[in-house]
């Protein structure tokens, strides 16, 4: 059957999360929080609170910037819409030895964000290194696949012939270079693959967690013996082990584990983002440190493989499993229960679990009767006074949003690791003048918000309600993330 016929199209439409994504309302805000704050620092697994933080912070811009409020609801409600079973745009999980739930981006959120992100003009197309990386593949595959040894030594006495040609004529002082353009996009393809790379550790990762998460579910449900499940589950681990995708994963992983080769690529990486054409492409500065987030995707894949291996170990205990068979029963049971409801979940409250610890309250902890006290009005007339005041200075209070303040700290924060004072208020002028200025040195008072160097001073100006120019003169005051 096509991939693109149109069954296949039609059960993709209703089920696979990167169209539901794609077609859905807020497509615009889901898409560019996640990329932002997944994809282009390259983050995998974000605690809620900072997510939701970083959220939060959006959506008061969203707000800020139109009148109609679109996105009534808080942060952490439409995370966890964005990871229900129904959307399945991020992966909400509680790492091992945490409370706070995580979230992470999911293989095919991934895929439409990538797809998203080709559909934007690219300043600069090549087509050369292409080509050649083509003709490298194929010469790889035939050169690998030769099984005659004349044609193999033939192949590689050429090779010999052509460098030592080439080691002539740079002793002959002609250096062969790439030109600006050769290098430009050179390094463009490089970028995309390597971007591209970092994406793929999601899915293998996907897979192995696909894997862990029927293991589970076969020890929650197996009623034989331990030798049969163990032979099944070894089997499929070895059965993916050795797919072309994992032999792909563990070749890859063994290359980038070596210290010449991490070396290597720190000293390229280094040479060539100092080339001048590559500096005119402006490249990310992450760059610089790509092969380690590499090292960091892998680990994160080589830990979902561990879990598996914690499963089997814990199943494989039999002192615990015959010291604990009625926890286990008991335990079976809910897993059992709660696979049955997982495809389709019954609405409102379906199970309830006794407290945990019994409520005491001994009679002598109440507090005793205290009748309320009357209190004595009186009736006597209020006379009214004489006296002419003027009455505007009730009615010309105001208050400071705090709030308000701290929220646009945290927006100049996003893209900047520290701002000060004087910078705020050049950004975003006072309009409640001195009180407003004192608002802000309340907040970096506050621990842990702000740092107060004594040993330089800025100027703060700003304009009173009667146009009057005022300034201050105060210690600089450091905001940072």
Request: no cysteine.
């Amino acid at each position: 059957m096509s991939p693109l016929d149109f069954d296949t199209l039609e059960a993709q439409r209703r089920q696979h999360p990167a169209w539901r994504l794609l077609a859905s309302d807020s497509v615009a805000l889901v898409a560019s929080f996640l990329h932002r704050s997944f994809v282009v620092p390259n983050r995998r697994v974000i605690p809620q609170a900072d997510l939701a933080e970083a959220l939060e912070d959006q959506l008061y811009a969203l707000r800020e910037q139109r009148a109609a409020n679109p996105y009534p609801k808080p942060a952490v409600e439409y995370l966890n819409d964005w990871a229900a079973n129904d959307k399945a745009w991020l992966r909400k999980f509680y790492p091992p030895g945490s409370d706070e739930p995580h979230f992470d981006l999911t293989p095919a959120t991934e895929r439409a964000l990538a797809w998203l992100d080709s559909l934007g003009e690219r300043s600069f197309v090549g087509t050369e290194s292409r080509l050649l990386t083509l003709f490298g593949l194929l010469r790889q595959i035939h050169e690998g696949s030769e099984t005659d040894p004349a044609a193999r030594l033939a192949e590689l006495q050429r090779k010999r012939d052509e460098i030592d040609a080439e080691i002539e004529r740079v002793r002959a002082g002609d250096l062969p270079l790439l030109g600006d353009t050769a290098i430009k996009e050179r390094f463009a393809q490089f970028t995309t693959l390597a971007r591209e790379l970092l994406a793929d550790f999601r899915e293998v990762e996907h897979n192995f967690r696909g894997l862990d998460r029927r293991v589970r579910e076969r020890i929650a449900l197996w009623d034989g013996s331990k030798g049969d499940l163990l032979q099944d589950i070894l089997g499929e681990r070895d059965l993916i082990a050795d797919s072309d995708q994992g032999r792909s994963f563990r070749a890859f992983w063994d290359f980038l584990m070596s210290r010449a080769r991490q070396d290597e690529l720190t000293m390229l990486l280094d040479g060539v983002l100092q080339l001048a054409p590559v500096a005119e492409l402006a490249p990310d500065p992450r760059l610089r440190r790509v092969h380690y987030d590499w090292l960091e995707a892998g680990e994160q894949t080589q830990r979902t493989v561990a879990l598996l291996s914690q499963q089997l170990r814990r199943f494989l205990d039999d002192q615990a499993y015959l010291e604990n068979r009625r926890i286990m029963d008991i335990l079976r049971g809910i897993e059992a229960g709660a696979l049955a409801v997982r495809s389709q979940q019954p609405a409102g409250a379906f199970m309830h679990i006794a407290e945990t610890a019994p409520a005491i309250e001994l009679p002598m902890e109440r507090p005793l009767h205290t009748p309320p006290l009357k209190l004595a009005l009186s009736s006597a007339a209020i006379a009214a006074g004489d006296e002419d005041l003027d009455a505007d200075a009730l009615y010309a209070q105001f208050v400071v949003d705090k709030a308000a303040l701290a929220g646009h700290v945290r927006h100049s924060l996003q893209q900047r690791s520290q701002v000060t004072l004087a910078e705020l208020v050049r950004t975003r002028p006072l309009q409640q003048g001195l009180a407003e200025l004192v608002a802000y040195l309340s907040l970096a008072a506050e621990p842990g918000r702000a740092l107060i160097d004594d040993s330089v001073e800025e100027r703060v100006d700003w304009l009173s309600r009667s146009g009057q120019h005022k300034t201050a003169t105060l210690p600089r005051v450091i905001f940072s993330r």
